[in-house]
């Protein structure tokens, strides 16, 4: 009863509307519910495994206690080297000018009997044997000083000089130029750029 209902409103059978295609499956979206996705490319599926793997940490370099060590051992040794080099120089130093001091000392002692020589050798002497030895003592102990390092400070006629020169008397005097040292009493010395004692004169003008 049915079928023939259906068949009096004119609707097509199953066999007509499967050969219309009219009831072929629609195409469905990957986003349909109950739907399965398109398949993906290897690419793809690469990419995205590669996009989820974590980044590797830089490898921190481990740190050799050996090489710490001997770095230490070579900063202690640079430091000490140092310090030595610096302790050889000063004492060098330190004794070169004690012995400077030294001689300077002796020397200075030494001169009043080089000035009582001087002295004695500018007065008359009728004893020529007697000024003969006189004379070579003297000779004797100005090589000696001179081996020493001792120099006479250049005085007479000389411009004054306050560091070298001491004047203890100022006379006027046509023959000089203006502040020229016209007369030595004691003569100076000086042991390389030390003055071991100062010349003793008058400046004229």
Do not use: W
Not at 117 to 145: H, N, V, W
């Amino acid at each position: 009863m049915t079928d023939e209902i259906r068949d009096a409103d004119g609707c097509e059978d199953f066999e007509s509307l499967e050969e219309s295609g009219l009831h072929d499956d629609e195409q469905v979206s990957p986003d349909t519910p109950g739907t399965e996705p398109a398949e993906v490319t290897e690419e793809a599926q690469n990419a995205d495994e590669e996009a989820a793997e974590p980044e590797e940490e830089p490898e921190t370099e481990e740190i050799d206690p050996a090489e710490v060590k001997l770095q230490e051992a070579n900063d202690k040794y640079m430091r000490l080297f140092a310090e030595f080099d610096n302790y050889r120089k000063r004492t060098a130093k330190e004794k070169s000018e004690t012995y400077q001091d030294a001689v300077a000392k002796t020397l200075l002692a030494l001169l009043p009997a080089v000035d009582s020589f001087e002295r004695a050798m500018e007065a008359p002497c009728a004893d020529e044997a007697y000024r003969s030895g006189m004379e070579k003592i003297y000779a004797q102990m100005t090589d000696l000083l001179k081996k020493l390092g001792l120099e006479e400070i250049p005085a007479l006629n000389e411009p004054f000089d306050p560091k070298v020169h001491n004047a203890i008397r100022q006379i006027e005097d046509e023959n000089f130029g203006e502040s020229t040292v016209c007369e030595v009493y004691q003569k100076g010395y000086r042991l390389g750029d030390r003055i071991v004692r100062c010349a003793m004169v008058s400046v004229a003008n």
